[in-house]
């Protein structure tokens, strides 16, 4: 029999059998890849692997390897069914969670005024949770980490609703959980137990999304369903019978559109109402006795009747326990606390539903979720042809991911965003801001001296404040344009071509191509690349990604970067700030061919993923994350950055005796401190002791090795008067790859335990003395220095 792997681009198939086993296997099967369903090759990557799937509707990524598991007879062409659309038929509306139909005026048991309502916001990725949750709370919202877990944890209150609470869970497409971020979302619904679940489903891709639907409304948790994209889908000639689907799924349906903010107020009339009724979905039977001869309706129930003490003991609501159970999921079997006789009687059920169905259980499961799932999209859906934002999207991608162009656009457009952000519009801002923080900076001195205030503060205001500090600052807009920029191509669906496209090369190093976004989001800050790793699904790749991550340069290294390139080598600034960025990655691939033989042998995971269409990032988000982003690089300035300046100051001011020293001696606290280091940093052409303190202080905050840099060399002959250019350029080098800063190694401290942060902090510096003491050897050699 033919494996889908030998499938050819255009052609279509049935799926015979899925291999494998597993966590893998589930994950298949979740996605629609079961035994009976058809599928399309759309394209292979540029470098021949991975391959791009069409699959119900859309469109995943599968490596060969992977494809070569699953078996397939192939479709001639043309005999793909199509679906004719449904009769319409008017249905009664359902009236699920509305006041006045279920609970009359005054009847009915709502929770006592002042339960604080929770809401958990649980949809598939890119179905619009950030838009609606923005929405939602307008600016009552902050950002945090689940408990234990350095997941992005983003709450807030409905806009005009006190008492309310709605939290943004992680995108997942099933409750069976394949990566670590997507079981953070699977307990927060399971132990928290939110008063009410809002589930998002984009419109225009029903099928997938419905999938986590059905799991959900298992859940006995009130649920309303926010039908997301609903634009799209009327732009192109689709339309829902909302009545239907409601009385189908036995919860409330309200069709939004949340980047157009319609809908919304009527989704939270209805989300309020069924928390404060707790008005649970009205149980359906997927299982149709007739389905199959009724196999699987034979064993849920049987299943269910089983283990129903067990999952009310444990809190696990029976259906889902028991779909679970089938599906043979070991956290669910270990929660309930089955005896062996129960395990064994739960086998048998399980055999012989396999027997009679001739499928394995979880194919089984799996197949009866989507059945029911088309009979809803049968019945209730109006499918438009393919839609004007799929046939755009696959235009875009024919240049986007096409053999020829994807590489060559990957790097120009890489290129570009960081041409704009550092040489067109971010110098040009930053100026702008410098020259403004000059003139704060002359008014405050002399204000000071107009008040005749005493010499050394005056000078701890305007060297140590205003130099120190306020270089940082001028820096907000660069960092603020490199997020833009990131987060414009993570939002438009691009950042998943990029995965897709360069998942072959990664494979080379040991990694998958989700592993690039991570490194991306390096640039802009380690701190939240470490977290994104949270969407790896290996344990194995996630370590790796975040050992990797510090060698992307991170924003806050470029201040360096950009002073001493300013004051040594103005004539070929770009020149060596794009050699840094290339040195950094270089360092990497060879660290990581490094550890692929020694700490993390074997191969990186399995990489399906889904190719959402493109489309145009809504503004509200961008903008959004742009000011979390500015606001906690001020606050940083203002704390970390502050202190360390202050007390750097307080140290190079004073001697041991409490007294004031004279400027750039060296009988300072601080020199005296530093100067132990001194000795390390000889060899590297570095032995001087305000480097080294400069050095220092950036383990706290990269900007401050500027800052600090800047107020020590400040009274002498300036500094390049005083290092020559080749120490600067060892300095570069040194500071591209030692320690990142302590909120990363706080993050890796949190993902990985202490073990592996102190690894980081020590083995990064090791490498980057390495790195510049060989650069300065190269140097000398050439006759530099
Ligand atoms: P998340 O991954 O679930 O958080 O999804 P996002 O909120 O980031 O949305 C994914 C993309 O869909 C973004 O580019 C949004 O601008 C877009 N989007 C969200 N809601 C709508 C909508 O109602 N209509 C349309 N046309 N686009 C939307
Ligand atoms: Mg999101």
Redesign the pocket.
């Given at each position: 029999m033919m494996t889908l792997k030998e499938l050819k681009p255009g052609e279509s198939a049935r799926i015979e059998e899925v291999g494998g086993t597993g966590a893998l296997r589930q994950h298949f099967l979740d996605m629609g890849l079961i035994p009976g369903c058809n599928v399309t090759v759309v394209k292979l990557a540029p470098l021949g692997d991975p391959m791009e799937l069409m699959i119900r509707g859309y469109e995943l990524t599968l490596r060969l390897d992977d494809a070569a598991q699953i078996r397939i007879t192939p479709l001639a062409k043309g005999t793909e069914e199509k679906k004719t659309a449904p009769g319409r038929k008017k249905t009664p509306h359902p009236g699920l969670g509305e006041e006045g139909i279920f609970h009359p005026k005054g009847t009915g048991d709502p929770l006592p005024d002042g339960t604080l309502l929770t809401f958990a916001l649980v949809?598939?990725?890119?179905?619009?949770?950030?838009?609606?949750f923005n929405q939602l709370t307008g600016s009552n919202q902050h950002v945090g980490n689940f408990p234990g877990v350095t997941v992005d944890r983003k709450d807030g209150m409905i806009r005009g609703h006190k008492d309310t609470s709605i939290t943004d869970l992680p995108?997942i497409y099933s409750m069976s959980p394949y990566s670590s971020e997507e079981l953070v979302s699977r307990d927060f619904v399971l132990n928290e137990k939110p008063r009410a679940i809002i589930n998002?489903v984009d419109a225009t891709n029903m099928e997938r999304n419905l999938y986590l639907t059905m799991q959900l409304l298992q859940m006995e948790i009130p649920m309303v369903v926010a039908l997301?994209?609903?634009?799209?889908l009327r732009g192109n000639g689709g339309t829902v019978d909302i009545n239907t689907m409601e009385a189908m799924l036995g919860v409330p349906v309200v069709p939004?559109?949340?980047?157009?903010n319609e809908g919304i107020d009527e989704l939270v009339r209805h989300a309020i109402h069924i928390a404060k009724y707790q008005e649970k979905p009205v149980p359906q039977d997927f299982c149709s006795p007739e389905d199959h001869d009724g196999s699987m309706h034979r064993a849920l129930h049987a299943v269910s009747h089983l283990i129903e003490d067990h999952a009310e003991r444990s809190g696990v609501p029976a259906e889902f326990a028991s779909a679970k159970l089938i599906e043979g999921d070991s956290q669910i079997a270990d929660r309930l606390e089955l005896d062996d006789n129960e395990k064994e009687l739960l086998q048998h059920i399980v055999l012989q539903m396999e027997k009679e169905r001739g499928l394995d259980a979880s194919a089984a499961i799996a197949d009866m979720r989507f059945d029911y799932i088309e009979r809803i999209c049968d019945a209730c859906l109006i499918r438009p042809g393919e839609s004007r934002e799929h046939a755009r999207s696959r235009k875009i991608d024919r240049v986007l991911t096409g053999k020829f162009s994807a590489i060559p656009l990957f790097i120009a457009i890489m290129g570009l965003v960081f041409f704009l952000t550092f040489f067109l519009i971010g110098p040009w801002l930053q100026d702008l801001l410098a020259s403004g923080i000059d003139s704060l900076k002359e008014l405050a001195s002399n204000g000071m001296e107009a008040a005749h205030v005493n010499e050394t503060i005056r000078k701890l205001v305007t060297e140590g404040i205003f130099e120190g500090v306020g270089s940082v600052i001028s820096f907000l807009p660069l960092i603020v344009l490199l997020f833009l920029f990131l987060s414009l191509l993570e939002?438009?669906g691009y950042i998943a071509r990029v995965a897709f496209v360069m998942d072959k090369m990664l494979r080379k190093i040991g990694l998958s191509g989700r592993s690039i976004v991570p490194m991306l989001i390096g640039f802009g800050c380690t701190v939240p690349a470490v977290m994104s790793t949270r969407t790896l699904p290996s344990d194995r790749d996630r370590k790796m990604t975040i050992l990797l991550t510090p060698f992307m340069s991170c924003t806050a290294k470029l201040p360096i970067y950009s002073f001493f390139v300013t004051a040594f080598f103005p004539q070929f600034a770009w020149l060596i700030i794009t050699g840094l960025y290339l040195l950094g990655i270089l360092a990497g691939i060879l660290v990581a061919l490094l550890y692929r033989k020694t700490l993390f042998r074997g191969n990186a995971v399995p990489f399906v993923m889904e190719l959402p269409n493109y489309?145009?990032?809504?503004p509200r988000?961008v903008l959004q994350l742009l000011w979390e982003k500015a606001k906690d690089f001020l606050q940083r300035a203002f704390t970390v950055i502050l202190v360390a300046t202050i007390l750097v100051w307080f140290l190079k001011s004073f001697n041991f005796h409490l007294n004031l020293t004279a400027p750039d001696a060296d009988d300072s606290i601080l020199a005296v401190i530093s100067s132990v280091l001194v000795p390390v940093f000889v060899p590297l052409g570095l032995g001087d002791w305000r480097l080294i303190t400069s050095l220092i202080s950036g383990f706290m905050a990269k900007e401050s090795v500027v800052s600090i840099t800047q107020m020590l060399f400040v009274a002498g002959a300036g500094i390049t008067a005083e290092i020559s250019p080749l120490a600067a350029v060892c300095m570069l080098v040194f500071c591209l790859l030692y320690t990142p800063c302590v909120a990363a190694i706080a993050s890796i401290r949190r993902e990985m335990g202490r073990k592996w942060a102190w690894f980081t902090v020590l083995w990064q510096c090791g490498i980057a003395w390495i790195a510049a003491l060989a650069v300065r050897l190269i140097g000398m050699l050439l006759g530099a220095g």
């Amino acid at each position: 029999m033919m494996t889908l792997k030998e499938l050819k681009p255009g052609e279509s198939a049935r799926i015979e059998e899925v291999g494998g086993t597993g966590a893998l296997r589930q994950h298949f099967l979740d996605m629609g890849l079961i035994p009976g369903c058809n599928v399309t090759v759309v394209k292979l990557a540029p470098l021949g692997d991975p391959m791009e799937l069409m699959i119900r509707g859309y469109e995943l990524t599968l490596r060969l390897d992977d494809a070569a598991q699953i078996r397939i007879t192939p479709l001639a062409k043309g005999t793909e069914e199509k679906k004719t659309a449904p009769g319409r038929k008017k249905t009664p509306h359902p009236g699920l969670g509305e006041e006045g139909i279920f609970h009359p005026k005054g009847t009915g048991d709502p929770l006592p005024d002042g339960t604080l309502l929770t809401f958990a916001l649980v949809g598939n990725q890119n179905s619009g949770k950030t838009t609606l949750f923005n929405q939602l709370t307008g600016s009552n919202q902050h950002v945090g980490n689940f408990p234990g877990v350095t997941v992005d944890r983003k709450d807030g209150m409905i806009r005009g609703h006190k008492d309310t609470s709605i939290t943004d869970l992680p995108g997942i497409y099933s409750m069976s959980p394949y990566s670590s971020e997507e079981l953070v979302s699977r307990d927060f619904v399971l132990n928290e137990k939110p008063r009410a679940i809002i589930n998002i489903v984009d419109a225009t891709n029903m099928e997938r999304n419905l999938y986590l639907t059905m799991q959900l409304l298992q859940m006995e948790i009130p649920m309303v369903v926010a039908l997301n994209m609903m634009d799209e889908l009327r732009g192109n000639g689709g339309t829902v019978d909302i009545n239907t689907m409601e009385a189908m799924l036995g919860v409330p349906v309200v069709p939004i559109s949340a980047a157009k903010n319609e809908g919304i107020d009527e989704l939270v009339r209805h989300a309020i109402h069924i928390a404060k009724y707790q008005e649970k979905p009205v149980p359906q039977d997927f299982c149709s006795p007739e389905d199959h001869d009724g196999s699987m309706h034979r064993a849920l129930h049987a299943v269910s009747h089983l283990i129903e003490d067990h999952a009310e003991r444990s809190g696990v609501p029976a259906e889902f326990a028991s779909a679970k159970l089938i599906e043979g999921d070991s956290q669910i079997a270990d929660r309930l606390e089955l005896d062996d006789n129960e395990k064994e009687l739960l086998q048998h059920i399980v055999l012989q539903m396999e027997k009679e169905r001739g499928l394995d259980a979880s194919a089984a499961i799996a197949d009866m979720r989507f059945d029911y799932i088309e009979r809803i999209c049968d019945a209730c859906l109006i499918r438009p042809g393919e839609s004007r934002e799929h046939a755009r999207s696959r235009k875009i991608d024919r240049v986007l991911t096409g053999k020829f162009s994807a590489i060559p656009l990957f790097i120009a457009i890489m290129g570009l965003v960081f041409f704009l952000t550092f040489f067109l519009i971010g110098p040009w801002l930053q100026d702008l801001l410098a020259s403004g923080i000059d003139s704060l900076k002359e008014l405050a001195s002399n204000g000071m001296e107009a008040a005749h205030v005493n010499e050394t503060i005056r000078k701890l205001v305007t060297e140590g404040i205003f130099e120190g500090v306020g270089s940082v600052i001028s820096f907000l807009p660069l960092i603020v344009l490199l997020f833009l920029f990131l987060s414009l191509l993570e939002d438009s669906g691009y950042i998943a071509r990029v995965a897709f496209v360069m998942d072959k090369m990664l494979r080379k190093i040991g990694l998958s191509g989700r592993s690039i976004v991570p490194m991306l989001i390096g640039f802009g800050c380690t701190v939240p690349a470490v977290m994104s790793t949270r969407t790896l699904p290996s344990d194995r790749d996630r370590k790796m990604t975040i050992l990797l991550t510090p060698f992307m340069s991170c924003t806050a290294k470029l201040p360096i970067y950009s002073f001493f390139v300013t004051a040594f080598f103005p004539q070929f600034a770009w020149l060596i700030i794009t050699g840094l960025y290339l040195l950094g990655i270089l360092a990497g691939i060879l660290v990581a061919l490094l550890y692929r033989k020694t700490l993390f042998r074997g191969n990186a995971v399995p990489f399906v993923m889904e190719l959402p269409n493109y489309r145009i990032p809504s503004p509200r988000n961008v903008l959004q994350l742009l000011w979390e982003k500015a606001k906690d690089f001020l606050q940083r300035a203002f704390t970390v950055i502050l202190v360390a300046t202050i007390l750097v100051w307080f140290l190079k001011s004073f001697n041991f005796h409490l007294n004031l020293t004279a400027p750039d001696a060296d009988d300072s606290i601080l020199a005296v401190i530093s100067s132990v280091l001194v000795p390390v940093f000889v060899p590297l052409g570095l032995g001087d002791w305000r480097l080294i303190t400069s050095l220092i202080s950036g383990f706290m905050a990269k900007e401050s090795v500027v800052s600090i840099t800047q107020m020590l060399f400040v009274a002498g002959a300036g500094i390049t008067a005083e290092i020559s250019p080749l120490a600067a350029v060892c300095m570069l080098v040194f500071c591209l790859l030692y320690t990142p800063c302590v909120a990363a190694i706080a993050s890796i401290r949190r993902e990985m335990g202490r073990k592996w942060a102190w690894f980081t902090v020590l083995w990064q510096c090791g490498i980057a003395w390495i790195a510049a003491l060989a650069v300065r050897l190269i140097g000398m050699l050439l006759g530099a220095g």
